[in-house]
């Protein structure tokens, strides 16, 4: 088995837009196999593809491999249970959001009701 590191051990994720997969690899202490792999697995990850079918990875993509290492190198987690987990946070992330938009949308009304009664009298 291969010797990871702790998420905290590994190197820090430059200031740029995209990576390579080698450079993802080395940033996440991933084999580059595993990575495609895991994207199999894993709809969250979506790497844009150019020109000879070459990975570029984003920001925000690399900060999930890192998540998705951590729960399983690091927490003990299957596939399907880290899977399941970061499913399970995107839709109550989703539930949080539409909620918030519901709110904004009963304020923004009272606020057009009080314009419009300021406007008629």
């Given at each position: 088995?291969?010797?990871?590191?702790?998420?905290?051990?590994?190197?820090?994720?430059?200031?740029?837009?995209?990576?390579?997969?080698?450079?993802?690899?080395?940033?996440?202490?991933?084999?580059?196999h595993v990575l495609r792999y895991w994207e199999?697995?894993?709809?969250?990850l979506k790497p844009v593809k150019r020109s000879g079918n070459r990975?570029?990875?984003?920001?925000?993509?690399?900060?999930?491999i890192r998540h998705i290492r951590?729960?399983?190198?690091g927490q003990g987690f299957t596939i399907s249970g880290a899977r399941n987990l970061l499913d399970?946070?995107?839709?109550?992330e989703n539930r949080t959001i539409s909620k918030t938009a519901v709110l904004?949308?009963?304020a923004l009304?009272?606020?057009?009701?009080?314009?419009?009664?300021?406007l008629g009298a």
């Open positions: 088995m291969e010797n990871h590191k702790p998420n905290s051990e590994l190197p820090p994720i430059p200031a740029k837009r995209y990576f390579t997969i080698g450079e993802v690899s080395e940033l996440c202490g991933v084999k580059a199999q697995e894993f709809t969250q990975r570029y990875y984003q920001h925000h993509e690399v900060m999930l951590e729960l399983l190198y399970n946070r995107n839709h109550a904004n949308i009963d009304r009272r606020e057009i009701k009080e314009v419009i009664s300021l």
